[in-house]
């Protein structure tokens, strides 16, 4: 029977590249997302692979629920979750930070994570099946300078797997967490606001990872047997060794 994917965050970057790799395996997907058109598009490339497109903003529980009551009953039965969807707004010392910035992370990086999982997680204990992956970072094992609220979010996406995977051990649930380094995305022009002189710095002077490389992990750790749970990894690009550690020439 098609095993069937929901992938949050699937507009852009990481999200987008784990929709292909996991059609490529055979998944039928459930695209999610603010930004629609992006979404069609990515639907039209991935035919004839069945896709069903939901737009939300993670952060509004009424939305998320009101999305995942609305899936037709071919997309009902998720059997893999990719809590991908967020980012990082800002990068200034806690004294100088934004507060809206500080809400719009925790609101998506934590809460929507949470929103998104407890309105599909009734279906997955139901049928005692399903296997989640959390997109963390790096950010939240490491705190590096002017980080701070972002480093906090990923650090409580990391608290938070490995509860889930704790709590919905019985009901037979896995959850596992993936931490990228720095991806080539559009993560860096969210954090710095358009700035994408700025932004472009990120990755100059190494080959960084392209967001297909997080994708293939993802894709190798939901197609193995059930005797085997991948239940964190932590990605980085050849040049970089912690956070902030990265050889450029
Ligand atoms: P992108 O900015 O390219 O993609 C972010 C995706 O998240 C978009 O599809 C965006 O869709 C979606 N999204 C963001 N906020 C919301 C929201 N409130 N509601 C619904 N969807 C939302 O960045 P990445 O692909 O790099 O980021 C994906 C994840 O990977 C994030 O959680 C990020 O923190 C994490 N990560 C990224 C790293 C990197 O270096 N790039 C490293 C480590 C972790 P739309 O705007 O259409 O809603
Ligand atoms: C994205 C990676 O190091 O910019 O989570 O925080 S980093």
């Known amino acids: 029977m098609t095993r069937t994917a929901f992938v949050t965050g699937a507009s852009s970057g990481i999200g987008r590249a784990t929709a292909v790799a996991l059609a490529q395996v055979g998944f039928q997907l459930v695209l999610t997302g603010r930004r ?34 609305s899936l037709p009953a071919a997309f009902q039965q998720i059997d893999v979750l990719v809590n991908n969807a ?12 934004n507060p809206d910035d500080w809400d719009t ?45 972002y480093c906090a979010s990923k650090a409580a996406v990391a608290a938070l797997s490995k509860a889930m995977r704790i709590d919905l051990l019985p009901l037979n649930i896995r959850v596992a967490e993936v931490n990228p380094g720095a991806v080539e995305t559009e993560f860096s022009q969210v954090r710095f606001k358009g ?21 293939d992990v993802i894709q190798f750790m939901v197609t193995r047997p059930a005797n085997v749970h991948i239940a964190e990894v932590t990605i980085f690009a050849g040049a970089q060794g912690a956070a902030t550690l990265i050889n450029r020439t």
């Open 195 to 215: 700035d994408t002189e700025r932004a472009a710095k990120v990755y100059q002077g190494y080959d960084p990872l392209k967001p297909e490389d997080i994708a």
């Open 105 to 149: 992370m925790l609101d998506s990086n934590v809460k929507g994570l949470l929103n998104v999982s407890q309105a599909l997680l009734p279906g997955m204990t139901q049928r005692r099946q399903g296997h989640i992956i959390n997109i963390g970072s790096i950010a939240g094992h490491e705190v590096y300078a002017n980080g701070n609220v």
């Open 36 to 69: 629609r058109e992006r979404l069609e598009e990515l639907a039209q490339q991935l035919a004839p692979t069945p896709t069903h497109l939901l737009t939300f903003d993670v952060r509004d529980r009424a939305a998320v629920d009101a999305a995942v009551a």
């Open 86 to 97: 967020g980012g990082a707004h800002g990068l200034a010392p806690i004294q100088e930070g």
